[in-house]
């Protein structure tokens, strides 16, 4: 065992003493050290259930043979932060989560771990230390929030940032707000929808690293604490196997996770963290592998921000396995490992098959035809972007297309105000810049500015770029990730007021016609928004967007360029 090397042998003394100090006898100490590392806040609902979580699987831990040693990292939670210089934290946050666990647990030489995590960043960042440290290890996802109820109606937290925008129109007075805010979010759980938090931890399933259908239990659901047992005693099953999480890092599980991301109009946040977890993993994965599996994958579920349904819905209708049997059954996905020592296929066959349901669709009778993002290039994305396909035709351009006039704003807040002020109409552009991994610093999501667009009924009527990012509640005609980003000389920093932008999904091109040349001998690089502490830390080593943000650029997998990316007027091959 790895933590033989701290306390066997009489020169281990001390160390067995300090174990000792914490209620172990000798029985405990000979037993293999199985990390619970988790991300309990009682900031926010999202990571609230998790300390009763891990004492569950402390229960399965000791019932399989093991010591469980707890360990606590950080959650900064998007829902709260959002549209305050706190966001800046938040994608930050994947990273000093990543290392705290490499941190506490190499510190003391676990045999194995279980990752418990919560929202948006806790949960790449599980993935990330999995890769990272490569120990036998399951992770297991604190379940969704129920949505709650307004007027008899379902709502979640992404109407609450839609009403504000509503609000700011005069379209709802404040004691409708109020009664908005109060009725969305019931107790302990991430937000409801297919946002990135359960994007995310739908990726987790597909890749393998956690059990098939465990997952998908909503926080408040009595199975989650049995959930939570079972990870414990399979942590072990994984130690006495020697089954690593580098069985189940590859490209067809990459592949298999963008699919199953495309298929359920998922977070565009996904793309950034899948592309950080592969490089983790050592794996060949790049910007571009994406666009196939959005080209070629029907948008199957009918789930929020886009569609009608919650994550607890989906749970009901049999959860992500539903979405896996459906597109295994369509040839989209190639079997591979999974955690529990089965195969992904054989995990989705043994799950029950719900027919009576409306959330899933077969591949044969989609929603939408193709899944709900693009990568593009151009002009002012060389390096490339994602385009979030809003999911109908919007009023006077297609629903894959959009030409407008640039409305420049070099924060979000500045966008923010424009909009609430009324200053934004229908044609615009709205380009927000400076808000990038290095120059926000942070890579500040922006659904403050896209719910309030939607809110005001422009929803259909602008689009917006940037080089920050979304939450996986923002809906709309959005491009986000745009690299190279402002601060680091990216041609979006060149943008003017008036600029015409062509957007469009099917030639994959972000354009525009302004001599962005011409203008670069006068750029000058913003000065740094922060000069000390972590945020200056991750400026000065993070990497571009379109490698996944990542503090180990050094890291990057180098991969030829791909054939067919688009070599059009205007685009960068």
Same mark, same amino acid.
């Given at each position: 065992?790895?933590?033989?090397?701290?306390?066997?042998?009489?020169? =281990?003394?001390?160390?067995?003493?300090?174990?000792?100090?914490?209620?172990?006898?000798?029985?405990?100490?000979?037993?293999?050290?199985?990390?619970?590392?988790?991300?309990?806040?009682?900031?926010?609902?999202?990571?609230?259930?998790?300390?009763?979580?891990?004492?569950?699987?402390?229960?399965?831990?000791?019932?399989?043979?093991?010591?469980?040693?707890? $360990?606590?990292?950080?959650?900064?939670?998007?829902?709260?932060?959002?549209?305050?210089?706190?966001?800046?934290?938040?994608?930050?946050?994947?990273?000093?989560?990543?290392?705290?666990?490499?941190?506490?647990?190499?510190?003391?030489?676990?045999?194995?771990?279980?990752?418990?995590?919560?929202?948006?960043?806790?949960?790449?960042?599980?993935?990330?230390?999995?890769?990272?440290?490569?120990?036998?290890?399951?992770?297991?996802?604190?379940?969704?929030?129920?949505?709650?109820?307004?007027?008899?109606?379902?709502?979640?937290?992404?109407?609450?940032?839609?009403?504000?925008?509503?609000?700011?129109?005069?379209?709802?007075?404040?004691?409708?707000?109020?009664?908005?805010?109060?009725?969305?979010?019931?107790?302990?759980?991430?937000?409801?929808?297919? $946002?990135?938090?359960?994007?995310?931890?739908?990726?987790?399933?597909?890749?393998?690293?956690?059990?098939?259908?465990?997952?998908?239990?909503?926080?408040?659901?009595?199975?989650? #604490?049995?959930?939570?047992?079972?990870?414990?005693?399979?942590?072990?099953?994984?130690?006495?196997?020697?089954? =690593?999480?580098?069985?189940?890092?590859?490209? &067809?599980?990459?592949?298999?996770?963008?699919?199953?991301?495309?298929?359920?109009?998922?977070?565009?946040?996904?793309?950034?963290?899948?592309?950080?977890?592969?490089?983790?993993?050592?794996?060949?994965?790049? #910007?571009?592998?994406?666009?196939?599996?959005?080209?070629?994958?029907?948008?199957?579920?009918?789930?929020?921000?886009?569609?009608?349904?919650?994550?607890?819905?989906?749970?009901?209708?049999?959860?992500?396995?539903?979405?896996?049997?459906?597109?295994?059954?369509?040839?989209?996905?190639?079997?591979?490992?999974?955690?529990?020592?089965?195969?992904?296929?054989?995990?989705?066959?043994?799950?029950?098959? $719900?027919?009576?349901?409306?959330?899933?669709? *077969?591949?044969?009778?989609?929603?939408?035809?193709?899944?709900?993002?693009?990568?593009?290039?151009?002009?002012?994305?060389?390096?490339?972007?994602?385009?979030?396909? *809003?999911?109908?035709?919007?009023?006077?351009?297609?629903?894959?297309?959009?030409?407008?006039?640039?409305?420049?704003?070099?924060?979000?807040?500045?966008?923010?105000?424009?909009?609430?002020?009324?200053?934004?109409?229908?044609?615009?552009?709205?380009?927000? =810049?400076?808000?990038?991994?290095?120059?926000?610093?942070?890579?500040?999501?922006?659904?403050?500015? &896209?719910?309030?667009?939607?809110?005001?009924?422009?929803?259909?009527?602008?689009?917006?770029?940037?080089?920050?990012?979304?939450?996986?509640?923002?809906?709309? $005609?959005?491009?986000?990730?745009?690299?190279?980003?402002?601060?680091?000389?990216?041609?979006?920093?060149?943008?003017?007021?008036?600029?015409? #932008?062509?957007?469009?999904?099917?030639?994959?091109?972000?354009?525009?016609?302004?001599?962005?040349?011409?203008?670069?001998?006068?750029?000058?690089?913003?000065?740094?928004?922060?000069?000390?502490?972590? #945020?200056?830390?991750?400026?000065?080593?993070?990497?571009?967007?379109?490698?996944?943000?990542?503090?180990?650029?050094?890291?990057?997998?180098?991969?030829?360029?791909?054939?067919?990316?688009?070599?059009?007027?205007?685009?960068?091959?």
């Amino acid at each position: 065992m790895r933590s033989d090397a701290i306390k066997t042998g009489a020169d =281990r003394a001390p160390a067995r003493a300090m174990l000792r100090a914490t209620g172990m006898d000798d029985d405990a100490i000979r037993k293999p050290l199985v990390a619970v590392v988790h991300t309990w806040s009682d900031v926010s609902p999202c990571n609230l259930n998790l300390r009763d979580l891990a004492a569950e699987v402390a229960k399965g831990i000791r019932a399989a043979g093991g010591t469980p040693v707890e $360990f606590n990292t950080i959650a900064v939670t998007d829902g709260i932060a959002m549209g305050t210089a706190g966001m800046r934290y938040s994608l930050v946050s994947r990273e000093v989560i990543t290392d705290s666990i490499e941190a506490a647990v190499e510190g003391h030489l676990c045999d194995a771990m279980v990752v418990l995590c919560g929202c948006d960043k806790t949960i790449p960042a599980a993935a990330m230390a999995m890769a990272r440290l490569d120990i036998p290890a399951v992770a297991l996802y604190g379940g969704t929030i129920a949505h709650g109820l307004h007027k008899n109606r379902p709502i979640t937290i992404q109407q609450v940032f839609e009403a504000v925008g509503a609000h700011g129109a005069g379209k709802i007075d404040d004691a409708e707000l109020r009664s908005v805010e109060c009725d969305a979010c019931g107790g302990a759980g991430a937000c409801g929808g297919q $946002f990135t938090a359960n994007t995310m931890a739908m990726v987790l399933t597909t890749l393998g690293l956690s059990p098939m259908g465990l997952n998908d239990i909503p926080a408040t659901h009595p199975d989650k #604490l049995k959930a939570a047992q079972r990870c414990g005693e399979l942590v072990m099953e994984c130690l006495r196997e020697d089954r =690593r999480p580098s069985s189940m890092f590859n490209r &067809t599980a990459l592949s298999n996770a963008a699919r199953m991301v495309a298929a359920t109009a998922g977070s565009t946040n996904a793309v950034l963290h899948l592309l950080a977890i592969a490089r983790e993993a050592g794996v060949p994965w790049t #910007l571009e592998d994406f666009q196939p599996a959005s080209e070629n994958t029907p948008v199957i579920s009918d789930l929020l921000p886009g569609g009608q349904y919650t994550a607890v819905e989906l749970f009901d209708a049999g959860g992500i396995a539903r979405v896996a049997q459906e597109l295994i059954a369509a040839g989209m996905l190639e079997d591979a490992p999974t955690v529990t020592g089965r195969t992904l296929f054989a995990e989705a066959a043994e799950a029950p098959r $719900f027919e009576d349901q409306q959330v899933v669709f *077969p591949v044969s009778a989609p929603i939408k035809p193709r899944g709900g993002y693009s990568i593009l290039y151009g002009n002012v994305a060389p390096e490339g972007c994602i385009l979030k396909i *809003p999911g109908k035709n919007s009023a006077g351009h297609g629903a894959t297309h959009f030409e407008g006039t640039a409305r420049v704003f070099e924060s979000e807040e500045a966008a923010f105000t424009a909009v609430q002020e009324g200053r934004i109409g229908k044609g615009d552009v709205v380009v927000i =810049r400076n808000e990038g991994p290095a120059g926000g610093p942070g890579m500040r999501e922006m659904l403050g500015v &896209t719910a309030a667009l939607i809110g005001r009924g422009l929803g259909d009527d602008v689009a917006l770029i940037t080089d920050g990012r979304f939450s996986g509640a923002t809906h709309g $005609f959005m491009v986000g990730h745009v690299a190279p980003e402002a601060a680091r000389g990216g041609p979006i920093a060149l943008l003017r007021d008036g600029d015409h #932008l062509r957007i469009d999904a099917n030639t994959r091109e972000l354009v525009t016609d302004a001599d962005l040349d011409g203008r670069r001998a006068s750029w000058q690089p913003p000065e740094p928004k922060v000069t000390r502490g972590v #945020l200056a830390k991750y400026a000065r080593l993070v990497g571009s967007a379109s490698d996944g943000a990542n503090t180990h650029p050094d890291t990057a997998v180098q991969t030829p360029a791909h054939t067919n990316k688009p070599t059009k007027a205007g685009v960068t091959a």
